[in-house]
């Protein structure tokens, strides 16, 4: 069993390191466990909103984030942690590997994954044809015609990137415009390899031979394409959070006060998990976090004053 912890983070996207950052710079005894660090922000493929480094790969902002925290000395264990539990003296941190951590406070900043159509051959062909990581998959197809599904910021941001291989690009979504930001709906529009199907919702997707060869519409329409991208959303990764009877709004996503404080004391979040905004951004993962290590630190004043 490890050291018992002032402050135990599960999570190292931008939320999780910046809690670290700050925890440490409270100096908080801190540790951070992820899966992997860096979290969904490794696979940005361009972004445009950090202030101050406009154009920065989302693996390099990540890599900038990780070796800040590093400079402080927090330890940054990879894992998966496979349960969690509420203590008499705090709570217990279980991975899957084995070991155990004790922690006074614990902060969950383990974000989303990618939401699924649900819908006949997404399973089927799952890798085949069928991706949740543009940046990661789409320049396997240079020269091929594919398919993006979703018309939010994730969804114009992916099409711009794909059309940037593929010959021919259909974006497909159910409203009646994309609702990304205005800047990117604008851009997506003068790509003259893009066609845009507002309306419609993928019903099926088939193919042949072991890949994707089609996808078929709501409206009818059958598209006869090499690949297809799902960026409809995401789902908040709060399993380990309702372990210890956290709450979590409608959809999942958990239910946190101006101080990033759940309904279970000694319980923080903070990032693309929670509640606290529609706006799923580095920016605002990292205050977030930043706010969750600073209401810890004075949680423990209280807890020895």
Known sequence: MNARRDLLIIGGGAAG??????????????????????????????????????????WDL????????????????????????????????????????????????????????????EESFAGRGVHYCYTCDGPLYKGK???IVGGSDSAALGTIFLS???SR????????????????????????????????NVAAITGSAGHVTAVRLDTGRT????????????????????????????HGYIKVTRAQETNIAGVFAAGDITDATDLKQFITSAAEGSVAAQTAYYRLQRMVS
């Open 17 to 58: 390191l910046a809690a670290a950052l700050y925890a440490a710079r409270f100096k908080l005894n801190v540790a951070c466990i992820a899966k992997e660090f860096g979290g969904t922000g490794n696979i940005a493929h361009q972004v445009d909103n950090w202030i101050g480094e406009p154009g920065i790969a989302g």
């Open 62 to 121: 990540m890599q900038k984030f990780i070796a800040h925290v590093k400079s402080y000395d927090v330890p940054l264990v990879t894992g998966e942690v496979s349960s969690v539990e509420k203590t008499r003296e705090g709570f217990t941190v279980h991975l899957a590997s084995g070991e155990t951590y004790e922690t006074k406070l614990l902060l969950f900043s383990n974000g989303m994954v990618h939401r699924k159509l649900g819908i006949e051959g």
């Open 145 to 147: 015609t594919l398919a």
């Open 164 to 166: 940037q291989y593929a």
């Open 169 to 200: 690009v259909y974006t497909i979504f159910r409203k009646k415009e994309m609702t990304a930001e205005p800047i990117s709906v604008e851009k997506v529009k003068t790509l003259k390899n893009v066609e845009l199907i507002p309306g419609a």
């Open 223 to 250: 598209l006869e394409l090499d690949g297809i991208f799902v960026e409809i959303g995401h789902v908040p990764l709060n399993s380990l959070a309702l372990q210890l009877g956290v709450a979590t709004d409608e």
